[in-house]
C-alpha cells in the first residue's frame, strides 16, 4: 500500500514554544490530507483536512490558530501547534488518500506530543 | 455528535474462535466503511473496508458486513488469532472525509 511518513516520531517541548510535525505522502501525491488528535483510550478524532493550495478545513471546536495547517505541495502537509501547552500533549496522526472514492486511507506512524 | 460509535469499549475472545465487533453510523451519505487495526503509539493499519453497495466483502480470516438499513456494520474475525490482539476502529468516509468509531480492544486468549 501507499506510504505516509509523519516527522517526528516523538518530541517534547516547553510550554508556550511551538511545534511543527511534518506529514509526506512518500509514494504517491495527495491533495487532501487528514489531521487527527487521540487522547488516551479514546478515538481518533478529527481536527482538520488539508487541502493543497488552499486553507485547510477546521472540524467544530479545533481552534485554526492554535493548530496551524500547511499544504504547500501535494506530498507535505505540515501542522504546527502554536504556544503550546500542557493540555495540547497528546498523539497527532495524519493520513492521505488516493484521491479516489473508494479508497483507503493511509496513516503516519503517529507524533506524540509532550508540553511540560 | 458521534457519527461513528463502537459501542463495546472491549472485547476478549478465546482463540481459534471468531470475534465480532460492531459498529453503528448515524450519516446515511456515508459511503465507504472501513476497518482499522491499531496498537499503542502506531498508526492505524487497514484491514477490510466495503462499499455501501455491497453487504459483504470478505479477505482471508477477516469479513466485512454492512446492514445499510440498520446502519450497522461488523467485523469478523475467524479464528482468532492471538497476534490480533489490538483496538480495532471502524471508520465512515464520504468526500474522502474519514470519521473513526471509538475503537474496541480486542483481546485474543491463547
Known amino acids: 500500500g501507499a506510504v505516509v511518513s509523519q516527522h517526528p516520531s516523538w518530541v517534547i517541548c516547553k510550554s508556550g514554544t511551538s511545534v511543527k510535525i511534518e506529514c509526506r505522502s512518500l509514494?504517491?501525491?495527495?491533495?487532501?490530507m487528514f489531521w487527527y488528535r487521540q487522547f488516551p483510550k479514546q478515538s481518533l478524532m478529527l481536527m482538520a483536512t488539508?487541502?493543497?493550495?488552499?486553507?485547510?478545513?477546521?472540524e467544530q471546536g479545533v481552534e485554526k490558530d492554535k493548530f496551524l495547517i500547511n499544504h504547500a505541495s501535494l506530498t507535505l502537509s505540515t501542522l504546527t501547534v502554536t504556544s503550546a501547552h500542557p493540555e495540547d500533549s497528546s498523539f497527532y496522526i495524519c493520513?492521505?488518500?488516493?484521491?479516489?472514492?473508494?479508497?483507503?486511507?493511509?496513516f503516519g506512524q503517529g507524533t506524540r506530543l509532550t508540553v511540560v | 455528535d458521534q457519527q461513528v460509535k463502537q459501542n463495546s469499549p472491549s472485547l476478549s475472545v478465546q482463540e481459534g474462535r471468531i470475534s465480532i465487533l460492531n459498529c453503528d453510523y448515524t450519516?446515511?451519505?456515508?459511503?465507504?466503511f472501513l476497518w482499522y487495526k491499531k496498537y499503542p503509539a502506531e498508526g492505524p493499519t487497514f484491514l477490510i473496508s466495503?462499499?455501501?453497495?455491497?453487504d459483504k466483502n470478505e479477505d482471508g480470516r477477516f469479513t466485512v458486513f454492512l446492514n445499510k438499513s440498520a446502519k450497522h456494520l461488523s467485523l469478523h474475525i475467524v479464528p482468532s488469532q492471538p497476534g490480533d490482539s489490538a483496538v480495532y476502529f471502524c471508520?465512515?468516509?464520504?468526500?474522502?472525509?474519514?470519521?473513526f468509531g471509538t475503537g474496541t480492544r480486542l483481546k485474543v486468549l491463547a
Open positions: 493520513s492521505a488518500t488516493l484521491d479516489r472514492p473508494g479508497t483507503e486511507a493511509f
Open positions: 509514494d504517491f501525491q495527495a491533495t487532501t
Open positions: 488539508s487541502n493543497e493550495g488552499s486553507k485547510a478545513t477546521y
Open positions: 450519516n446515511s451519505m456515508f459511503d465507504y
Open positions: 466495503i462499499s455501501s453497495i455491497k
Open positions: 471508520a465512515a468516509s464520504s468526500s474522502y472525509k474519514y470519521i
